[in-house]
Each structure stands twice: as C-alpha cells, then as structure tokens.
C-alpha cells in the first residue's frame, strides 16, 4: 500500500472509530483516539449541506496545511484576500472560496456576492510567534465555515489540533491566552476568542426591520472588498481576485474589475501609519476601515448594531447617524467619560475613537475579537476625527 | 408532548468537551429524581425538550447552548457556573432555569474576553431562578425578541459602586412582550433595570438597588410599572425618550412603587445617566402619556418628581427629528411637532403626564450640588433651606409663565398634578435659567392651577397584559 492510500485508510479507520464512539462520549482527539496525521486530500470536496456537522475538519476535503509549506486547496477552492481586513488581535487570516461543481456565484455591485447552495467559505485564523516572519512556524488557531444551505448560511467552528492535523467541531468556542511579538517586534498577549457558534451571529446576522426574521449574511466577500490582486502562484500568478473568479467560471455578471470601485487598501497604513494617507484620501481610506471593522453591525439592518442608530456602513451620508455630535443610546462604560459620539476635530473628545482605540472590557469595539489595540487603525480613526471641521458639539444650556 | 429527560454530566462524569450534547441525547444518566443538584426545578415539571446541566465547568453549558433545537429547556443545577466567556443563546424558545438566585450563579467574574453575562436573542425567550455576577458589559441582554420573561433572577456585581461595573444588569432592548417579575438588579454603573425600545412591557416586584439609574423606560411604548422598590441608587425610577432612537415612548404607568433613599453617588463614567442629580426619585424626558400615581417616595435628597422637555439635555431640535417612514410603533395620535425636513416629527416634548395620588415624606432636603447639569445647584440656590417641591416641572414650551400669577401661566402641555393631595409643585422657567440671579418659581398651591387636571388626554393609559404573565 503506498503511503497517501495508507494515510486515507487510517483516517477513515479514526473516522469509523470516532462515529462508532460518538454516541456515547468519547471519540474526539484527545481522547486516545488515534491521530491520523495530517489532512490528506483524497478526492474531491465534501460538503452534504443535509448531514450534521462533520466531527472534523478534514471530512470537508478542503484544504491540508503544513508549517513548512503552508495551506494546499483543493479543486474549486480559490484563496482570496480583501483590501482593507478586519482586525482580530493580529490574527493571520487565510481564506477562501469553495463553489460545487457546475455553479458559480453571481455578482452583487453592493452585498455580499450571492453563492450557490452546496458554497463555502473558510477562514482559518493562525499566528506565528514574531510576526515580522509570519510564514516561520505558523500556528492555526480555528478554522471558520460559513456552509451556504437552502434556507441560508450555517457557521460552523473548529478549533485545530495541538498537532496541527486536523480541526475539531467546537460549538462552545474557546477564550486563549496567545503570545507573539507583533509587527513592530513588541511582545503581545491577546485573550483571543474562539467565538460560541452563536456568537458567530454578533456579526453576521441582518433583518430587514425590527421584528422581521433574522438571517445571516457575509462581510468579506463583497466586490469593493475583493477587488485587489491576488497572487495565485503558478502559472496564473498575479490576478485580480473579481477577473480571476470570472475566468474560473465561478462568478457570473461581474464588470471587469477594472471598471469597478475598490476599497481602500490597508497596507500601507499597516505597514506605516496614517500619515501616508494623502489628505484627500483619508476620509476614503477611515470609511473603508469603518466598513469593514464595524458595519456588519452598525448599518440599518444589522441586529444590535440597528439599537444605537450609528451607521458606519460606507454607504451612509447622514452625519447624525454617521455620530457627528450624536449622543450614544446606550453605551453605558463604553462611553468613556464623553459625550458625543464623533466631536469633529476633537478625536480625543469623540466615544468613537476612545472605543476603537481602548482595550477596557466592557467598552472594546468592535464588540468581538479584539483586546488589543489595532494601532494603525486607531491612528487612521484619530487622523479622520482630527481632519474634521472642528466643531464642539451643543452642550447642554447649563454648561 | 411526553417530556424527554436528558442529563448533560459534562463535570461528573468528567466528559464533555465537544460530545456533551451527543452525551447527552445518546446515553446520559437520566436524573435520580431527588437529587439535590435540582430540587428547585428540573425537566420534570418541563414539557419538551430539555436538559439537566450539572454546574461546576461552564463547557458542557456552552456546547448545549450553542447546539440546541427551537424550544429546548436549558436546566441549571445548583451551585456556581465559573464562566469564560458569555452565555449566547439564538434559539427561538430557550429557556434557562436555575435552582432560585441563592442558589445557581452563573459568575462571569474571571472572564477575560469581552461580552455580556447572557446575550439572547430568540423568540420566547425565559431566564429564570439564576443570578448573573460580574459579567464585563451587561448582565442580562435579550435584543430583538418577541417574548421576553425574566423571573426571579438577579444581576448584580461584587463591588458596590464601582465604575467598572457592567453598564445594565436586566437589558430588554428592541423587543416586545416583555415581562420582568420578581427580580433584583444591584450595582450597576448605567441602569440596573433598563427596558430600551420595547412595546409592551410589565415591570412588577423588582427591586433595584445600588445602581446610578435604579430603573429605566427608555423609548418604550406600553409599559406597565408597579410594586417595585428603588433605593439606594443615583436616580430611582425614570422614564426618557433619548434623541434620534425611532420609537416614541408612551403610554407609560408608574403605579404603587416604593421609591426612596436613592442618594448614591454618581460613579457613571459618562453618558445621559451621568447627568442624573444624586438624590433623585423620578424624572419624565421627552416623555408623553405617562402616569404616576400611588407611588411612596421617601427620602431623595434632590427631589422626588421632575417633569422635564428634551430640550434640557439636547436643546437641537434636529437631533431630535425622526423621519417617520423609520419610526416602529403608534405616534400618529399624539401630536408630535414636525420636523423641518418634509416627512419627520420631533420627540423631545414632554407632555400629557398625570400625577397622581403620590404619597411624599423627607425628600428634597439635600440636592446634589455637583450633577453636571447644575440642576442641584440652580435647585439649591432657590430654595435656600427649604426643600424642594416634590413635583418640578421645567415649563420649557409653555407660551406664558409668570412666577406670582396663576392667571399668567399655561398648561400648554397637559402637565396634571391636581390629583394629589400630598406634597408640593413648582414651575419654573428653566430655558431662563443659565445664570444667577435665577427667576423664582412658580409655587401654586393644591390644586396647582393651572396644571390642576386630573387625567390624560385622550384617556386613561390602557392597561397591559402579556401572554406569558400567568401564575406561577
């Protein structure tokens, strides 16, 4: 028996194992299970939008991982990676796209691309321990599932291996000291939440109006957000990630990229701060960051984010709800001492500001997945608010 | 439907990490029915699905929460649930259950990651008999729900008077059909008790203590507020429209309450409450068709009763302005001002209030003379050693006030305080107020004409009923 047959049958042995032991406890790895190495990929995908949750990651067939080599993807899984990204305690992000075969997702010039039942994306967080050499010893942390079924998108979470073989279905999240030096070589310790599978819906659930059924959306793959080039390796090499789709057969009704608006690209802020931000950009490039970093909740539609009436989404031109000298509704602590959401010229004034920029539980936004201060995005915040025309706000008539 | 007994023995049988639910379905000890873990409330006494969950490691908690079908009961043992992370529930029909508040905690006090103690959303939604300790944001949040019960359940914090403290314990926001029964909220660094956004609330048998806001309505419509008991907070029971939230709180009753002693210290880092004077009973913002009445106010060193227009806290009428294709709920009768933009109304008037039948002793004799409004102060320097009135009401949008003559004040916003026959009422001319010297009040007597009417325009509030509110 050749070594890659050897590998499959000993994974389906453990994968027998663990269902046979599944009714009665047992059976995850850990237990005494044996490990059955590394994800190796032995045909196509496997998504059954009608079975249960896959005990492993590795049933789903997607992608194998390896330190040295990094993240394989399997046929029809197509890595991307979005222009301005959200910030999770410096988590490293891979992701990418599965459509099933004979279908393709069909273009959206404003929402989330509309995916074909059977889709899925993935997202597999992971650190290193000095980020300045993300590829020296990576480490996976979770891999996210977002599975597109008939009546909608199902999240679905798994926590890696200690070995780093395999992910584990994890429903009840995980809260995980992780220490790394960061990109300027400061040593960090996040408390890095693995999110509850329902807290999955803290971000990515909408509803039409207050009592209308909630549904849940994506955040990423939205043309403005995809429209970058992406660097596929190989002989397709360096791509815009729309155009790359299209040629792939698995995006229909997109405009050539070029002719499409993008959202700002991060990068250099990351890598230099703000201050390389041409002034006439810099409203562009803080509205790119409110979009992605806090929008999902605060738009018009977005279930919690909807009860303080602050709209950070890029469509909104409402400088009321925008929180120019607009009162919170109910920040309790998360207020810091200040009155108005947004005092123009004043960041150091503005609730918007001190929440993006405090790591004080209880008054961090966004409201998941950060206890570290994203540095560069805070100074973009601060250099927008400051850029305003100044403006005190009316305080009340006794003051 | 025959009730299904499981068992999730994530600790005992030293289980439970990511199969505690299969455990449990599949092959988890049924309960010995007199085990002591649950003598208060098992899945005995619940039809449908539900599950026993042993405190001790909050795992086998999560993994069930996160798992669970439409109407699945979730039932906790007695004892301590040491949380790492909030309790989320989206499940339509979860219900939570413990042992009584003495007896089943769910304590949040050495999670490191931000979040509230529970965060539900979920029609039909019931948490019950389990206190919530020292969650890092709210204590118990449920959003966007239609069905909300809290029954006997206390969210509190370990140190008294803490700014740090969570902001809300018992947090009904954006939902209808709520009914908060026979709970306590302690220590909160916002509002202890705080209904936001809701139709159709009852608000009986709580006891707020400790917290800067001891109870809040906060644009809310149809909420029924009795037999509760404030004390020991900033402000006690009130009722607010906050500026640009699209829902026009009305038709409020603050019945037979015991509001007394709430002298605390202001220790909100920040927002509307920290403007609440120490030493303040009840207060009514941008409020309309909201009756008080029957209410035993005691000992509140600012005052007992302010009746007061938006426009004292935010005087930008724009910020006020609602366009009404976003407004949820009834407006359409109450004769709101239009905005100056073409299809929008303005909520900040306070108007059509009725109080009634009050019963006064000891309040006033302490205003704060700190609050950051200077209300206290403005307070205190016109009554010198006297106290204050025990009804105040800020006359912002009458068309005459006069101090002395009675004939030369309005009512032009149905301000009724003629039903009582104890305590003392006061107008002023607040929009005059920004500088010493301060014009006098207005201090008629019983039956303070002109604001002597006796009931509501357009009748009586309408009483409340909830399905869920049966016997227990």
New interface residues.
């Given amino acids: 028996m050749c070594p890659l047959a050897a590998a499959a049958a000993l994974a389906a042995a453990t994968a027998a194992a663990a269902l046979a032991a599944?009714?009665?406890?047992?059976?995850?790895k850990?237990d005494g299970t044996p490990d059955a190495g590394p994800i190796v990929l032995t045909g196509p995908v496997q998504i059954d939008v009608n079975a249960d949750p896959a005990?492993h990651l590795s049933d789903y067939q997607l992608f194998t991982f390896d330190a040295q080599t990094g993240f394989q993807f399997n046929d029809r899984v197509v890595p991307y990676d979005i222009n301005t990204p959200l910030f999770s305690d410096d988590a490293l992000k891979q992701r990418a796209i599965y459509i099933p075969p004979g279908a393709a997702a069909t273009f959206d010039p404003e929402n989330a691309l509309d995916f074909p039942v059977g889709s899925a994306l993935i997202k597999t967080f992971y650190f290193a321990p000095d980020l300045r050499a993300p590829a020296d010893r990576p480490a996976l942390v979770e891999t996210r599932l977002m599975v597109r079924h008939d009546d909608g998108w199902h999240p679905l979470p798994y926590i890696w291996d200690a070995e780093q073989h395999d992910a584990?279905?994890?429903?009840?999240?995980?809260?995980r000291?992780i220490s790394f030096l960061d990109a300027t070589g400061a040593p960090q310790t996040a408390?890095y939440?693995i999110p509850?599978?329902?807290?999955c819906?803290?971000c990515h659930?909408e509803?039409d109006?207050?009592?209308a059924p909630?549904n849940l959306v994506l955040i990423g793959v939205k043309a403005r957000h995809l429209n970058r080039a992406y660097d596929y390796g190989g002989t397709t090499g360096l791509v815009n990630q729309l155009d790359h789709l299209t040629a792939l057969g698995m995006l229909t009704g997109a405009p050539a990229a070029a002719t499409l608006p993008a959202a700002y690209d991060f990068r250099p802020i990351e890598a230099m701060g703000p201050s390389i931000v041409a002034p006439a950009d810099l409203d562009t490039a803080a509205r790119s960051y409110l979009d992605i970093n806090c929008a999902h909740c605060h738009n018009p539609h977005g279930?919690?984010g909807?009860?303080s009436?602050l709209f950070l989404d890029h469509t909104n031109t409402d400088l009321?709800?925008l929180g120019v000298?607009?009162?919170?509704?109910?920040?309790?602590?998360?207020?810091?001492?200040?009155?108005f959401d947004i005092v123009p010229g004043s960041p150091d004034m503005s609730i918007l500001y001190f929440r993006d920029d405090t790591t004080?539980?209880?008054a961090?936004m966004p409201?998941?997945g950060r206890?570290l201060t994203h540095t560069s995005g805070a100074a973009l915040l601060h250099d927008w608010i400051a850029a305003m025309p100044a403006d005190a706000c009316?305080m009340?008539?006794?003051? | 439907m025959q009730a299904t007994r499981f068992a999730v023995l994530g600790v005992r049988?030293g289980?439970?990490?990511?199969?505690g639910v299969?455990?449990a379905t599949?092959?988890g000890d049924n309960k010995d029915d007199g085990d002591a873990a649950f003598a208060v409330n098992s899945c005995k006494a619940v039809t449908g699905t539900c599950m026993e969950i042993t405190s001790g490691n909050d795992?086998a908690l999560?993994?069930a929460?996160?798992?669970i079908d439409a109407s699945t009961t979730l039932v906790l043992g007695a004892g301590t649930f040491k949380m790492?992370?909030?309790l989320?529930?989206?499940?339509a029909g979860a219900h939570v259950i413990g042992q009584g508040i003495d007896k089943t905690t769910l304590d949040f006090g050495s999670?490191?990651?931000?979040?509230n103690g529970v965060?539900a959303?979920g029609d039909d939604f019931v948490i019950q008999d389990v206190t919530v300790l020292d969650a890092?944001?709210?204590g118990i949040r449920v959003?966007?729900t239609?069905g909300v019960t809290f029954r006997r359940i206390r969210a509190t914090w370990t140190k008294a008077g803490d700014?740090?403290?969570?902001?809300?314990g018992i947090y009904p926001?954006?939902s209808?059909n709520v009914l908060v029964v026979d709970s306590q909220a302690e220590n909160a660094?916002?509002a202890g008790l705080?209904v936001?956004?809701c139709q159709h609330v009852i608000v009986r048998g709580n006891h707020v203590t400790g917290n800067v806001a001891g109870l809040e309505i906060?644009n809310t419509e149809y909420a029924d507020v009795y037999n509760n008991e404030a004390d020991n907070n900033t402000g006690g029971i009130v009722v607010f429209d906050?500026?640009?939230?699209?829902i026009v709180g009305r038709d409020i009753r603050l019945r037979d309450n015991m509001i007394h002693d709430n002298n605390h210290d202001n220790f909100a880092?920040?927002?509307?409450v920290?403007?609440i004077p120490v030493g303040t009973g009840t207060f009514a913002m941008a409020s309309r068709r909201v009756e008080i009445t029957g209410n035993t106010y005691s000992n509140n060193g600012t005052g007992d009763i302010a009746l007061i227009s938006g426009l004292?806290?935010?005087?930008?009428t724009?910020?006020w302005t609602l366009p009404v294709a976003t407004v949820?709920g009834d407006y359409q009768d109450l004769g709101l001002p239009a905005g100056a933009a073409a299809g929008t109304i303005m909520n900040f008037r306070g108007q059509n209030i009725l109080v009634s039948g009050n019963h006064h002793t000891g309040s006033g004799t302490a205003p704060d003379l700190d609050d950051?409004?200077?209300?206290g102060l403005?307070l205190a320097a016109s009554y010198q050693s006297a106290p204050v009135d025990s009804v105040i009401y800020d006359s912002i949008m009458e068309s005459m006030f006069n101090s002395t003559d009675a004939a030369k004040n309005t009512d032009d916003n149905h301000m009724c305080v003629g039903g009582n026959t104890e305590g003392t009422f006061a107008s002023l001319d607040l929009?005059a107020?920004?500088a010493p010297p301060f014009t006098p009040f207005f201090r008629p007597a019983a039956p303070f004409a002109p604001f002597d009417c006796t009931a509501l325009d357009g009748g009586a509030v309408a009483q409340v009923t909830l399905p869920q509110d049966t016997p227990q």
């Fill in positions: 599944a009714g009665c406890g047992g059976g995850s850990g005990e584990v279905f994890s429903p009840a999240g995980e809260v000291a408390n939440l509850e599978r329902n807290q819906q803290s659930a509803q109006s207050v009592g909630i279930v919690q909807m009860t009436q009321f709800h000298c607009k009162r919170p509704g109910s920040a309790g602590v998360g207020n810091g001492g200040l009155t004080k539980v209880g961090i409201l998941l206890s009316d009340a008539p006794s003051q | 049988l289980l439970g990490l990511g199969l299969m455990l599949g092959c795992t999560q993994t929460a996160n798992t790492t992370n909030q989320t529930l989206r499940t999670t490191t990651t931000q979040g965060d959303i890092p944001k709210d959003e966007a239609n700014a740090s403290n969570g902001a809300y926001v954006k209808q660094s916002d705080y936001g956004q906060e906050l500026p640009g939230n699209p880092s920040g927002g509307t920290a403007s004292a806290l935010e005087p930008d724009t910020q949820t950051p409004l200077h209300i403005l929009m107020q920004s």
